[in-house]
């Protein structure tokens, strides 16, 4: 039973008899296979990528067949084509602009919820989350006829906005979190030397608080990269994102695998660099900081 | 005066969030009363319940509910228990467990349609998919080679889900096994417990919220779940759940009231378990608070 033997505390003693030793190499290689068949699929996608069209089709697959570049020129519109540049720009500016605002909103609440708190802070912050837990799809509708009569259809700033709102509790929750890991003692001790508000926010706070906001940027940005139902309803041919893009290979066009793994791995590198880059604080964005 | 200095950097997060989140909720309340066809806008009236009538009472939408649960009670509980089982041996020393952990963590940082394209084209296709290439190269000529989404089309779709989601149980139950008490699990030992015995009796308890969260997260997350269904199936083949149905309601046979009441049924539904949600979280916070 896998599952038993490897309860064993991370921290024990490393098993001198030899059958334990067996056991735990054996449970290692089971890991590492774990592991390797979930990679799989995404590394197939990836060498796929590198090869012709006629190549990607073969049945039985083609391990080592030649690599090609020839479905990034492809994907890129180098041979013709749409071109996936505006796509992969409407996406960068609503993720890049909509996270900063959010750390614009955020900060001051989480401020407000930990190193100076506000009475009953836990229902605020409880409040926050909630919302998070309500499905956006259910204010869809009224959502796309304001944008209708507003003139922010096909508008890559309506897609800021409502990612904004959509990031704003993870983003309160991990930054409470992290504001909250700042000694109360240092900031008063700084006040007492003498120290402004800003100063004390900049040279005290900031220094301490600054890897919880890199995480907390690199998760909002790939929620609001990764985002589909809102783009694919709000947007047409102007501020088309990057996922719908993506939707337009949903309908087989002949031999096409190749183009399709380019793409989907084109549009998945800054998610994927985002997410290893913030892997330590994943969990704690996406379990809205219930977990550390 | 100085409560309010307090509050003050409060509320533009508070204003802008419940401005945009929260209103459209209170205007799809008020839609879901209204016989309201977008193709039609002048024969708009006020119907009391009738659209929730005709959402419970239409074959199709009762089904996409039952496709909701249906997809999220499968997706939840075998990517928890694949996560448990990663988790547990993760929890380990082993040579690489590092790059074990960032291999197994890259399902999920693919984009989601990006994702459900790699299932539906690269794995699934009948003729040259990943997966009848393999049963090809073992079984030769006479290989089974099944067109995996025509013939069980929610398990394609779930397949795919828990590939992404597995890694996210995985994290959580993680994190909840580093937070058990070495001392506590050492002094068990010494007393002789067996490595089943501390398993059963420190190791389970000790979860038992990690692993509630984890459903119920899972559960919010996959009750969403737009991406998948409307990339693999477009939500033929009886894979259609609710969000998808909210989406084609509105967007493509603009009946925004049933739509509307589609959409309170979804919010009802997640308050339900959002309920259940909160409790856990809250006791994980207070206890995070209280250390």
Request: net charge neutral; glycine share 6%; charged share 10%.
């Amino acid at each position: 039973m896998a599952a038993v033997a490897s309860t064993a505390p991370t921290t024990a003693a490393p098993p001198s008899r030899p059958v334990a030793r067996l056991r735990s190499s054996a449970l290692g290689i089971v890991a590492w296979l774990a592991g390797l068949a979930f990679v799989a699929p995404l590394l197939w996608m990836v060498l796929t990528s590198f090869h012709s069209e006629a190549d990607a089709a073969t049945n039985p697959p083609s391990l080592t067949a030649p690599l090609t570049l020839d479905s990034y020129r492809e994907f890129f519109g180098l041979n013709g084509g749409a071109s996936p540049w505006p796509p992969l720009i409407n996406s960068m500016t609503a993720s890049v602009v909509s996270t900063l605002l959010t750390l614009l909103l955020a900060i001051p609440a989480a401020y407000a919820l930990s190193i100076r708190p506000v009475k009953k802070w836990t229902d605020v912050l409880f409040f926050f989350l909630s919302t998070k837990m309500l499905p956006l799809v259910a204010g869809l509708l009224p959502i796309y006829l304001f944008a209708k009569n507003t003139g922010l259809l096909d508008n890559i700033w309506a897609l800021v906005i409502l990612y904004t709102a959509m990031n704003l509790p993870i983003a309160v929750w991990m930054m409470q979190s992290f504001l909250a890991e700042v000694p109360v003692a240092i900031i008063e001790a700084a006040q007492i030397d003498g120290a402004r508000l800003p100063t004390v926010l900049g040279r005290v706070v900031a220094p301490i608080a600054l890897p919880g906001i890199a995480a907390t940027a690199l998760i909002c940005f790939i929620f609001s990269w990764n985002e589909l139902l809102f783009a694919r309803v709000l947007t047409g041919v102007v501020a088309e994102t990057a996922p719908v893009f993506l939707t337009g290979f949903i309908t087989s066009q002949g031999l096409f695998l190749a183009k399709v793994c380019a793409a989907s791995f084109v549009i998945s590198l800054p998610v994927l660099a985002a997410g290893f880059a913030a892997q330590d604080k994943l969990v704690q964005g996406l379990s809205l900081g219930a977990v550390k | 005066m100085r409560a309010w200095a307090t509050r003050a950097p409060l509320l533009p997060a508070l204003v802008f969030m419940i401005v945009v989140t929260q209103l459209p909720f209170v205007a799809t309340l008020v839609i879901s009363f209204f016989d309201w066809n977008a193709l039609y806008p002048d024969d708009r009236s006020f119907t009391g319940f009738s659209n929730y009538g005709d959402v419970l009472g239409d074959a199709a939408l009762r089904k996409s509910i039952w496709t909701t649960i249906l997809l999220t009670v499968t997706v939840v509980l075998v990517s928890l228990l694949l996560g448990l089982l990663l988790a547990l041996l993760l929890d380990r020393r082993f040579r690489g467990r590092a790059a074990v952990r960032t291999m197994l963590i890259a399902p999920f940082l693919l984009v989601p349609v990006a994702a459900a394209l790699l299932w539906k084209h690269v794995l699934f296709n009948p003729e040259y998919g990943l997966f009848n290439g393999i049963l090809n190269a073992i079984g030769g000529d006479g290989a089974a080679q099944p067109d995996w989404i025509s013939e069980m089309p929610l398990m394609a779709v779930e397949a795919a889900l828990i590939w992404q989601w597995t890694p996210f149980m995985m994290l959580i139950l993680l994190a909840g096994l580093q937070s058990r008490d070495p001392q506590l699990i050492e002094a068990a030992r010494m007393d002789g417990a067996s490595d089943w015995k501390v398993f059963v009796h420190i190791t389970l308890p000790h979860l038992r919220r990690y692993l509630e969260l984890g459903v119920l997260l899972g559960s919010i997350y996959i009750v969403q779940n737009f991406d998948a269904v409307f990339t693999i199936t477009s939500g033929g083949l009886g894979t259609a759940n609710l969000p998808y149905t909210i989406y084609q309601t509105f967007y493509q046979a603009h009946e925004n009231g049933l739509a509307s009441a589609a959409g309170v049924i979804v919010v009802i539904g997640s308050i339900i378990l959002a309920t259940f949600a909160l409790r856990v979280v809250s006791s994980l916070f207070r206890e995070e608070v209280s250390r």
